[in-house]
């Protein structure tokens, strides 16, 4: 694959890993609010379709292309430190940012099939006219955020980052992955 199509491939990936963190996000909010004007079949078919988006972003094979991608991208790069985009002072080499990102393509994957049975489960809930709560864990949304920052970065879109950056500390995912509870702020 050359660069310009390993690149496009990358895009597509995280267009995918976009299109779940928002539909996770939209799910989220309807069950939440639980508003009587909603139809629970249409937020079935909601998580029908986050379902898919999460199998389809966590497939061992677009995990394996991700990491082989990524790791071309750092053999180009300056092995130099940077400032981590969204991470103010927090200076990386790009090899710990590529580090970073195969660790949490692992986690995801290890995530993978528990998280799928959790979407599907709340769908059948809802087709059955009761309101489940939750949206993928947080562990999996924020490692998929991290992951996405790492990707994002190593393509060379520091400004694309950088937001991520700030919606993966907004949501309280340093906490997450650390295994602290998240704050009630």
């Known amino acids: 694959m050359d660069a310009t199509q390993s690149d496009l491939y990358a895009q597509r990936w995280l267009v995918l890993a976009f299109d779940v963190l928002t539909l996770d996000g939209l799910w989220t909010r309807h069950l939440h609010e639980r508003n009587p004007d909603t139809e629970p079949y249409q937020l079935g078919k909601l998580g029908q379709r986050l379902h898919q988006r999460w199998l389809d972003v966590t497939e061992e094979a677009e995990l394996s292309s991700i990491g082989h991608i990524a790791t071309k991208h750092v053999e180009r790069m300056d092995p130099g430190l940077v400032e981590l985009p969204g991470f103010p002072g927090r200076l990386v080499t790009p090899e710990q940012i590529l580090d970073s990102a195969l660790r949490n393509a692992e986690v995801l994957s290890s ?55 700030y919606w993966f500390m907004q949501s309280q995912c340093p906490h997450v992955l650390l295994g602290f509870p998240p704050s009630e702020e």
């Open 111 to 165: 995530l993978r099939d528990d998280e799928a049975e959790r979407l599907f489960g709340k769908t059948l809930t809802l087709s059955r006219g009761e309101w489940p709560t939750g949206d993928l864990s947080s562990k999996a949304r924020c490692t998929l955020l991290a992951l996405s920052i790492g990707i994002t970065y190593l393509l060379g879109d520091a400004l694309a980052a950088a937001a991520l950056g």
